[in-house]
Nanobody, 125 residues
Framework: VQLQASGGGLVQAGGSLRLSCAAS????????MGWFRQAPGKDREFVAG????????DYSDSVKGRFTIRRDNAKNTVYLQMNSLKPEDTAVYYC???????????????????WGQGTLVTVSS
């Protein structure tokens, strides 16, 4: 699978950004998708995930209520809408695709996913 993330940039605290990730190379609609992030000097962390059917979503506590993940199977694209951004959201955001098809739940383990290139999000205070 090939994953192409876009939409990162510089935004002021309180602002919004929408990340997009276009997938190719396999049947998009059969696989869960997600986003991880890595801030400078920190470990990568799970941000959000959506199951292959779209019926299940999961969010880290740090973004719950502010970020929304959704998928458009017709466009082979997953989105991350980020609202009320905080300086601590500054990180490189990575789009990921589940290695297993039709997994019924969202998993938070990085090794369960194939990774795309990242897109940098910078939130200024």
């Amino acid at each position: 699978v090939q994953l192409q993330a876009s939409g990162g940039g510089l935004v002021q605290a309180g602002g919004s950004l929408r990340l997009s990730c276009a997938a190719s190379g396999r049947a998009f609609s059969s696989y869960g998708m997600g986003w991880f992030r890595q801030a400078p000097g920190k470990d990568r962390e799970f941000v959000a995930g959506i199951s292959w059917s779209g019926a299940s979503t999961d969010y880290s506590d740090s973004v719950k209520g502010r970020f929304t993940i959704r998928r458009d199977n017709a466009k082979n694209t997953v989105y991350l809408q980020m609202n009320s951004l905080k300086p601590e959201d500054t990180a490189v955001y990575y789009c990921v695709a589940d290695r297993l098809p039709r997994r019924g739940v969202v998993v938070r383990t990085a090794g369960s996913y194939s990774w795309g290139q990242g897109t940098l999000v910078t939130v200024s205070s």
